[in-house]
């Protein structure tokens, strides 16, 4: 089956820097890849996505890059703020379900 | 739209009572999941459903029943519960599977003394 392996598991960056969240997938059949952002007492919620046939996709300050050769795939925060601090969780959908990483928990000092 | 919701917030039990978790979407969404969320294991799905009536088991379905029997609700059953099974139990649901995001719930969180 498919193994996501996600790093760090910690990230502390100050505000206003970015921050950088890795993961690597195993299966080359996957073929989308949802970042979910999971804020303390709350259900993962979606905050972007990409498809397998695009190599990069921006929204407002995020943003995801996906090397299909590599099979690798990392989520971008740019000018962090202090509601950027929660649970990061990176997956990949591959037959009938997503396999998540284990998540990084990122803190935005102020 | 209150999206998805889940009954009970928190749960403790004992070893080898029984419980039953329950979800409601408003979405009309065709797929449902339950998932387990762990320290350090991100989220393991148990089992899913693609429709009503249908259920399916997912990667850790040992020790778990689920039930679909009206398209909004997706149950979960625990029958004889185990210490292993104290975990954050999230539901999700999504229009269909594959490239459509997930709509997750507020968990559940469960402790077997």
């Known amino acids: 089956g498919e193994n996501v392996e996600q790093h760090p598991s910690t990230l502390s960056v100050q505000e206003g820097d970015s921050a950088v969240i890795k993961c690597t997938y195993s299966?080359?059949?996957?073929?989308?890849f949802p970042w979910y952002k999971q804020e303390l007492g709350k259900g993962p919620q979606l905050i972007i996505d990409?498809?397998?046939?695009?190599g990069e996709k921006k929204d407002q300050r995020i943003a995801v890059t996906l090397n299909k050769t590599a099979k690798h795939f990392s989520l971008h925060i740019t000018e962090t703020q202090p509601e950027d601090s929660a649970v990061y969780f990176c997956?990949?959908?591959?037959?009938?379900?997503?396999?998540f990483g284990a998540g990084t928990t990122v803190t935005v000092r102020a | 739209n209150a999206g998805v919701t889940q009954t009970p917030k928190f749960r403790v039990l004992k070893t080898g009572q029984s419980m039953t978790l329950l979800c409601a979407q408003d979405?009309?969404?065709?797929?449902m999941y339950w998932y387990r969320q762990d320290p350090g294991m991100g989220l393991r799905l148990i089992h899913y459903?693609?429709?009503?009536?249908?259920?399916a088991k997912g990667e850790v379905p040992d020790g778990y029943n689920v039930s679909r029997l009206k398209k909004q609700n997706f149950l979960l059953g625990l029958e004889s519960a185990a210490p292993s099974q104290t975990s954050v139990y999230f539901c999700?649901?999504?229009?269909?599977?594959?490239?459509?995001?997930?709509?997750f719930g507020p968990g559940t969180r469960l402790t077997v003394l």
């Open positions: 999700a649901s999504s229009y269909k599977a594959g490239q459509f995001e997930q709509f």
């Open positions: 979405m009309n969404h065709e797929y």
């Open positions: 299966d080359s059949a996957s073929n989308y």
């Open positions: 990409i498809r397998s046939n695009v």
């Open positions: 997956a990949a959908f591959n037959d009938y379900k997503l396999s």
């Open positions: 459903s693609v429709g009503e009536g249908t259920t």
